[in-house]
């Protein structure tokens, strides 16, 4: 049994048509913009790190700043809604002492 949609939505890129005609799918394509909210909100996780990497020159350079950058991120941001500012102040001068050990170091 092939299961094949009825509907296809997506926002206004001219590839998805393409796709689907690439394809041979015959399902009524509905166009508009946040049409495909539902489907692009899965995976906001990959397109921050795209959106952080226009900068770099090539996606090596961007890779080996990224993944500094996201140990030395994850060591200072710390979910201070589910902590007692008492402890979160602790955790932050314990981070604070650490980026000053490996910065001297350095």
């Given at each position: 049994?092939?299961?094949?949609?009825?509907?296809?939505?997506?926002?206004?890129?001219?590839?998805?048509?393409?796709?689907?005609?690439?394809?041979?799918?015959?399902?009524?394509?509905?166009?508009?913009?946040?049409?495909n909210?539902?489907?692009?909100?899965?995976?906001?996780?990959?397109?921050?790190?795209?959106?952080?990497?226009?900068?770099?020159?090539?996606?090596?350079?961007?890779?080996?700043?990224?993944?500094?950058?996201?140990?030395?991120?994850?060591?200072?941001?710390?979910?201070?809604?589910?902590?007692?500012?008492?402890?979160?102040?602790?955790?932050?001068?314990?981070?604070?002492?650490?980026?000053?050990?490996?910065t001297?170091?350095?």
């Amino acid at each position: 049994m092939e299961l094949t949609p009825s509907l296809l939505v997506s926002d206004k890129l001219p590839s998805y048509g393409a796709a689907q005609r690439k394809l041979g799918l015959s399902a009524r394509h509905e166009q508009g913009l946040r049409k495909n909210n539902r489907a692009e909100n899965s995976h906001p996780v990959v397109r921050r790190r795209e959106r952080k990497r226009q900068g770099f020159k090539s996606a090596g350079s961007a890779q080996r700043v990224l993944s500094t950058h996201s140990a030395v991120y994850h060591s200072f941001n710390l979910q201070c809604h589910l902590i007692p500012r008492r402890t979160l102040r602790r955790f932050r001068t314990g981070a604070a002492a650490q980026w000053h050990q490996a910065t001297v170091a350095a």
